[in-house]
């Protein structure tokens, strides 16, 4: 019929399309279109080795995953407990200390006789106490320490010294009879030094002194652990010895912290005390944890270093001693920082008058810091208020000990009690280094107008200097009445050799106007007492 049908694909219609060919003919130019024919997308087929890379290559990260996941919790296992992984030795040379790995438990008897060999000999056995045996983490033994002890060639004095701490546990293939020796494994091993000569007698040393001490190590040859108070958390211990220095004696140190859990054993502070008191543990702040307490007390300034226990990130020893300072002021206040500036200056007793007034009308300004700096200033207020309500054996030690508590109307009236009073007083002026000057300094900065520490201050100058030089220094200090400078010049007449309390007053030079003084000063502070 000459129709194209579909159904008959062998046949062409005698009408054909433009660009469409018949199979073997030649192609017309002339019926050929310039726009090529479309291309339709073609169905690929994906390759089965295809598949098997991909899979394969997810495989291999899904692999690489899971190892590192694995090492990294066993890396953490071995990290918080060594021990807790025994068949890790098999796998991992070298992962443990070779006096783990490799040494057997001995008895006490064979390792005093290894010891003796290496020409030391052992202490006397500490025990710590029951923990987890290293070996498998369950079974209860028991922790010692044993000190290593070794004699200094050439010594005539104080010559053994502790070398080296050991820590053992009761092994666990000790024989089980009562006649068979106890086995001990060693778990932890801390070599000890000494504490240099400087450090140790820096408290005695002036800092102008040429004998400052060499770094020769002073050697430690006492062991003993803390009882009663202290931190629950874990064992504390003492290292120390002891030197004397011409007619002093001063006591030295280290504080150690043993921490079961891991079986580690390290020195957390160095300690040294003129006056050969070891540290003590005391509750100070008023929490649950008592503080350390080392006493730096020389003649008649008490000094005490306060230290907190405090948590660090160490797994193997977890807490550190943090000394409670008085640097920076915790509470942003011209009082508090006020308060501050007299403890440095070691008016204690006004320092805490000033924080408890503070703290009183602003409770919300306080921390815990605040809180500590307080316990500090208070525990020194304690001394030299005690020391200053004491009886004295003469009228200038009697001054002085109010002096170094800021009780200045109160040293006033014991210097004017007597003219021995007065003339002894003369001496300790003289020979005051700083300590009184520093004082009378910090007082006036916080209140310039008080007429006794001014008093003070003049009569510093005039036993150091002169008397002209105290007057002239007075006239310059803020608040300064000529009613004053009367009831001053009285008192610095008072330390002329030849004074008498029945000789009529003579009244002193006037000095040149605005003279320069050396001496005490300080710019005084706007803020008023609390």
């Known amino acids: 019929m000459g129709t194209y049908s579909p159904r008959s694909p062998s046949k062409h219609p005698k009408s054909i399309r433009k660009g469409t060919l018949l199979p073997g003919k030649a192609p017309n130019r002339a019926s050929l279109s310039t726009k090529p024919a479309p291309l339709l997308p073609r169905k690929r087929s994906f390759p089965w080795q295809q598949l098997w890379m991909v899979g394969g290559a997810i495989a291999i990260v899904l692999s690489a995953g899971a190892s590192t996941a694995g090492i990294a919790w066993l890396s953490y296992r071995l990290i918080v407990n060594p021990q807790a992984e025994q068949w890790a030795n098999r796998w991992i040379p070298g992962w443990q200390v070779p006096s783990l790995a490799e040494e057997k438990a001995k008895t006490l008897q ?10 030391r000999v052992s202490g006397e056995l500490l025990l710590l106490g029951k923990n987890q045996s290293w070996m498998d983490g369950k079974t209860t033994v028991t922790d010692v320490l044993l000190p290593v002890i070794q004699t200094q060639p050439n010594c005539y ?34 070599p000890v030094a000494g504490l240099e000569e400087s450090f140790a007698i820096a408290p ?27 931190p629950k958390q874990g064992v504390w211990l ?23 859990k891991h079986r580690h054993l390290s020195a ?26 080392v006493n730096h007390t020389l003649g008649m300034e008490p000094q005490f270093e306060i230290y907190q226990v405090k948590p660090q990130r160490f797994v193997h020893s977890p807490v550190q001693l943090e000394q409670i300072a008085l640097s920076a002021a915790a509470v942003e206040h011209s009082h508090y920082e006020s308060a501050l500036l007299l403890a440095r200056s070691r008016l204690w007793s006004t320092s805490l008058v000033w924080l408890k007034a503070l703290k009183a009308r602003s409770p919300q300004l306080w921390t815990a810091t605040a809180q500590a700096q307080m316990d500090l200033i208070q525990w020194h207020a304690q001394a030299t208020s005690t020391q200053a309500e004491s009886s004295w054996a003469s009228p200038s030690q009697q001054v002085l000990a109010n002096l170094l508590d800021g009780r200045w109307e109160r040293a006033t009236t014991v210097f004017e009690s007597s003219v021995a009073a007065s003339q002894e007083t003369l001496s300790v002026l003289k020979s ?6 520093n004082r009378v300094k910090a007082a006036l900065r916080v209140n310039p107008g008080n007429l006794d520490t001014k008093a003070w201050g003049a009569l510093l ?42 000789q009529p007053s003579q009244s002193l030079p006037e ?20």
């Open 268 to 293: 957390k502070l160095s300690w040294t005390s003129p006056t050969a008191e070891v540290p003590v543990w005391k509750e100070v702040t008023g929490g649950n944890t008592p503080e350390l307490i």
């Open 511 to 530: 000095p040149t106007p605005n003279a320069e003084v050396p001496g005490v000063d300080g710019a005084p502070t706007p803020s008023a007492p609390p």
């Open 461 to 502: 100058i005039a036993a150091q200097q002169s008397p002209n030089n105290a007057i002239a220094w007075l006239q310059k200090r803020p608040k300064t009445s000529p009613q004053d400078i009367i009831q001053i010049r009285a008192l610095i007449q008072r330390l002329d050799p030849n004074f008498s309390d029945f």
């Open 204 to 230: 005695l040393v002036d800092a102008t002194s040429s004998n400052q001490g060499s770094s020769r190590m002073l050697p430690l040859n006492q062991l003993s652990q803390y009882e009663g108070t202290v």
């Open 157 to 190: 004095s104080n010559c053994d010294r502790i070398v080296e701490l050991r820590i053992y546990q009761t092994a666990l293939d000790s024989p089980k009879t009562v006649t068979a020796e106890e086995k001990y494994d060693l778990v932890h091993q801390l």
């Open 432 to 437: 005051d280094l700083g300590r009184l000057e």
């Open 110 to 119: 064979e390792i005093r006789a290894e010891l003796r060999r290496q020409g």
């Open 238 to 260: 003492n290292l120390s010895g002891s030197r004397v220095r011409g007619d002093e004696a001063i006591a030295y140190g280290q504080i150690l912290f043993y921490y079961p």
